[in-house]
């Protein structure tokens, strides 16, 4: 049914830029909430950055605020998570996620829908 799919993952080093892409589909995510999540090797999962679809209201983990800019192009139903000045502790698999709540809520278990994961791998 819906299916949420991550693309722009690399290898990138510190200073660098890179866009994450994740497309939604089998859904109807007007009401719903978008967000990215992050899971480094033997750590919990973090919340990331997330929006609304309907308001294009966003909100950011305070590790990730200045750097991190989340979008959404709601005709083509996909979120963009624009992160520059990328830091090696920003190394981790990100997940794109969507929840049906109408704000976004930071503890993964209220989102209903995952994607399978891009890796993001930033070297010193």
């Known amino acids: 049914q819906v299916q949420l799919v991550e693309s722009g993952g690399g290898l990138v080093q510190a200073g660098d830029s890179l866009r994450l892409s994740c497309g939604a589909s089998g859904g109807t995510f007007s009401t719903y909430t978008m967000a990215w999540f992050r899971q480094a090797p033997g750590k919990e999962r973090e919340f990331v950055s997330g929006?609304?679809?309907?308001?294009?209201?966003?909100t950011y983990a305070d590790s990730v605020k200045g750097r991190f800019a989340i979008s959404r192009d709601n005709a083509k139903n996909t979120v963009y998570l624009q992160m520059d000045s990328l830091k090696p502790e920003d190394t981790a698999v990100y997940y794109c996620?969507?929840?049906?709540?109408?704000?976004?809520?930071?503890?993964?278990?209220?989102?209903?829908?995952w994607g399978q994961g891009t890796q993001v791998t930033v070297s010193s």
């Open positions: 929006i609304s679809w309907a308001s294009g209201q966003t």
């Open positions: 996620a969507a929840s049906v709540h109408r704000v976004v809520l930071r503890p993964p278990q209220y989102s209903d829908y």
